[in-house]
Each structure stands twice: as C-alpha cells, then as structure tokens.
C-alpha cells in the first residue's frame, strides 16, 4: 500500500509537472529564448533529481527547444520566400493578364509612389504588381511583396486615385504583416499542442525533426487559408485604414476608398466570389472607413490625374 501512494504521488508529480511546463511556455513566448532556456533546463534537472522518468524529461526539453524555433522572429528573406509560396498557390488558380504591358507598368507606378512614401518603401525583393487574367472582383497579396489584381476589379474603378485605393490597401496588408502574423499563430499553435502531448508522455521520444514538419504542414495549411478564406474581419478593417494614411502621404484623396468600396457595392452580386467570398461586405468597410476619413486631409489634386488616367483606361 505504501508503494502504491508513492506510485501515485510520483504520478500526479509528472503531470503536475509536465502542465507547469507547457504552461510557463505558454505565457512566456514574447521572451521565448528565455523560457525555452529554463524550460529545457528545468526538465533535465527534474529528470536528474528523479522526480519524472527521463524519456519524458527528454521530450519536454526537445519540445521547448520547438517552441524556440517556432516563435523566432521570420527574416525578410523567410518573408519572401513564404509570399512567393503564396503567389505561386494564387498563379496555380489563375493566369497572369499580359495583353495590356503598359495598365501593368501604370499599376507599378502607382505602386512605386505609395510605398515610397509609406513606412516600410523597401522589402526583401520589392513591390510588385501583376493582373490577373479573370472577370472575378478580386485581389491579392503575399507578404513578399507580390499584388495580384484580377481584370474584374480594375474595371470597377473609375480614376487612378480608385485604383491607388486598391494597391493602398494590399500594401496595407503587406506592411501589416498579416500573413507573416497568421503563420506565426499557427506554428506556435501547433508546436504547443505537440509540446503538451509529448509533455504527457504520448509521444515517447518524439524528436525535434517531426514537430519541425509539423509545423511546416501549418505553414502550407495557413496559406491554403489565406487564398480561400481571406484575412479576418479585423485585418481588413486594418488595411483599409493603413490605406487611408498610405494614400493621403503619396498624395491621393484618402475618400477615394470610400468611393471605390461604393463602387465595388454596386456590382457585389454581378460575380460570385472574389472579395464577395473572402472580405467584409462593402458596407461593413464604408462605415469603418468613414471613422478614420476625418483624420486624413489633402488637398484635392485628382483633376491633375484625369488626363493620365484616361489614356491608360
């Protein structure tokens, strides 16, 4: 009987044990090198000491160092190359529009003169805008910089400032870094979840490899998720009002978004999908739009992009 209350307590103490683990993990990731570094050593001492079996000793330790690697910062260069991976998914579904060089070299120009004078004007490999050969209302972007734009939405604009808008707010998503934020979330999601599971003892001696492909199967996932269902409510509300203050710095009337939502209202139900499917109705954007608008004021300047924009048009 004895030995069954030191069996049980020995127990309760790695479970006890494993839960502080994944716990102090949890509510450490901001400072995650520090943690990972206690974390790791903590468990090699409890293992020592006897207090948990080694082979759960040895899973936490190689778990927290998972946890490390999953919430280190991601370099321009991961940025990219994770954008490239995104655009690479959208050109599987659609085909770049090369039929008109010259609407694709005044959309980079547009570009050009937004991020130049936006706060983040250089990224790992640069802006760059292509159209996309679809009459779906729709737009894309990757956070290595790549803004793709359908043919359907180019053609619901009505001036260069209503295109700007459109460019403004992809941007917007781009130096927000919603993607990079999304894939993030999902790697340390997923690298807790196996942490906890491996802390339990379930895992045996699960070694770093796996759960580094674990999270790389997030990575695909996240941007499968990304093209389908589009970024969260909050984040568009977000790049829209990124818009504002990127198109009131190049120069742009900022209310030229409002008038661009307006017009993406009006033909809402003339093409399934696109931002339909994957954005906050038109509406829902004018009335978040129409809070920030007050802040943003410049002189009205569209009478000078008329001309420039009818040629193109």
């Given at each position: 009987m004895k030995n069954c209350k030191t069996g049980c307590r020995s127990g309760r103490t790695v479970i006890f044990t494993a839960g502080m683990v994944v716990l102090l993990i949890s509510l450490g990731l901001e400072s995650c090198g520090t943690v990972t570094e206690l974390t790791s050593t903590g468990a090699q001492i409890a293992g020592a000491l006897g207090v948990i079996d080694a082979e759960t000793a040895t899973?936490?330790?190689?778990?927290?160092?998972?946890?490390?690697?999953?919430?280190?910062?991601?370099?321009?260069?991961?940025?990219?190359y994770i954008g490239r991976a995104v655009a690479a998914n959208i050109l599987d579904r659609y085909a770049i529009w090369n039929s008109r060089p010259a609407l694709t070299k005044y959309l980079n120009e547009i570009c050009k003169t937004i991020v130049i004078n936006s706060p983040r004007p250089e990224i790992y490999s640069g802006y760059h805008v292509a159209i996309l050969d679809s009459d779906e209302?729709?737009?894309?972007?990757?956070?290595?910089?790549?803004?793709?734009?359908?043919?359907?939405?180019?053609?619901?604009?009505?001036?260069?400032?209503?295109?700007?808008?459109?460019?403004?707010?992809?941007?917007?998503?781009?130096?927000?870094?919603?993607?990079?934020?999304a894939i993030k979330n999902s790697r340390i999601t997923n690298a807790?979840?196996?942490?906890?599971?491996?802390?339990?003892?379930?895992?045996?001696?699960?070694?770093?490899?796996?759960?580094?492909?674990?999270?790389?199967?997030?990575?695909?996932?996240?941007?499968?998720?990304?093209?389908?269902?589009?970024?969260?409510?909050?984040?568009?509300?977000?790049?829209?009002?990124?818009?504002?203050?990127?198109?009131?710095?190049?120069?742009?009337?900022?209310?030229?978004?409002?008038?661009?939502?307006?017009?993406?209202?009006?033909n809402e139900g003339r093409r399934?999908?696109?931002?339909?499917?994957?954005?906050?109705?038109?509406?829902?954007r004018i009335t978040n739009v129409n809070k920030s608008l007050p802040k943003f004021k410049v002189p009205d300047t569209r009478v000078y992009r008329t001309e420039r924009y009818g040629r193109i048009r």
């Open positions: 899973a936490i330790s190689k778990s927290s160092e998972a946890i490390g690697k999953a919430a280190e910062e991601i370099t321009p260069e991961q940025e990219y209302i729709n737009a894309f972007a990757s956070s290595g910089g790549h803004i793709l734009v359908t043919r359907g939405l180019i053609a619901c604009a009505d001036s260069e400032d209503a295109l700007a808008a459109v460019i403004a707010h992809e941007i917007g998503h781009i130096q927000l870094q919603h993607s990079i934020k807790l979840l196996v942490t906890g599971t491996s802390a339990a003892g379930a895992l045996g001696n699960a070694d770093v490899k796996e759960l580094a492909n674990i999270m790389d199967e997030s990575v695909n996932e996240i941007i499968t998720t990304l093209i389908d269902k589009g970024y969260s409510r909050d984040q568009e509300f977000d790049a829209d009002t990124a818009a504002l203050a990127l198109l009131a710095t190049a120069g742009y009337e900022p209310s030229s978004l409002v008038t661009m939502l307006q017009l993406l209202e009006r399934a999908g696109g931002l339909t499917k994957t954005h906050p109705s038109p509406a829902q």
